[in-house]
């Protein structure tokens, strides 16, 4: 499937991972987040969010068959949709943009998501718009060659059995913890192994064409 112009206009626009970090700084020292709701629990989570995103840019232990990056087959182009005041963006985003760095012919952008609503709702996870979103393409042919996000399957698992749960017993900030656990205990494992099986199948698609 070819790739909008407004993927392509977000891509134009969009931040390298140092402007990012600069900008997810930025807010956090003027006290706000990014997009267009400022509330004090969402700075909250932002100031969280900075401080996660941080570690893990110092901790990230890449697998060893990664090491020298993806096995990618062709030139692509990365586009993540993120928000600092998200969560699940805080653990991936520096595990996406690592593998990135190490992979060469991958060129890589963020684009606030509440920026580029076009571009999110091309890209809606069960009918809402649910970050990160990574958008990969060929930068040749212009096509789309995988979508990941918003979260690795395990973390998938722990939001989906609380969306299963009544509304009048769900927990969002027990959800929220747990969720923050399993990312630091999968240890940046999955978001890899995740990634790595996408392209792998998108080479093997390649090569088969």
Avoid at 75 to 100: F, M
Avoid at 101 to 130: I, K
Wanted: glycine share 8%; proline share 5%; aromatic share 8%.
């Amino acid at each position: 499937m070819p790739i909008s112009k407004d993927l392509i206009d977000a891509v134009n626009t969009g931040m390298t991972r140092d402007a990012y970090m600069e900008l997810f700084g930025r807010v956090v020292a003027e006290g706000r987040t990014t997009g267009p709701v400022q509330t004090e629990d969402l700075f909250a989570y932002t100031k969280l969010n900075l401080s996660r995103s941080r570690r893990w840019n110092k901790t990230l232990k890449v697998l060893p068959e990664l090491e020298a990056g993806l096995p990618i087959a062709s030139q692509q182009t990365w586009l993540v949709i993120t928000e600092a005041w998200c969560g699940d963006p805080s653990h991936c985003n520096p595990i996406i943009a690592e593998l990135a760095a190490r992979t060469p012919g991958v060129t890589l952008r963020f684009a606030l998501r509440d920026e580029h609503l076009s571009v999110m709702d091309q890209y809606l996870t069960n009918g809402g718009r649910s970050i990160p979103k990574l958008i990969a393409w060929d930068d040749a042919t212009g096509e789309e060659l995988f979508t990941w996000g918003p979260r690795p399957e395990g973390a998938q698992v722990i939001y989906s059995d609380y969306l299963a749960q009544p509304v009048e017993a769900r927990n969002a900030e027990a959800m929220k913890e747990q969720l923050h656990r399993w990312y630091f205990d999968d240890g940046g494992v999955s978001v890899q192994k995740e990634l790595l099986a996408l392209v792998r199948d998108t080479v093997e698609v390649e090569q088969q064409g």
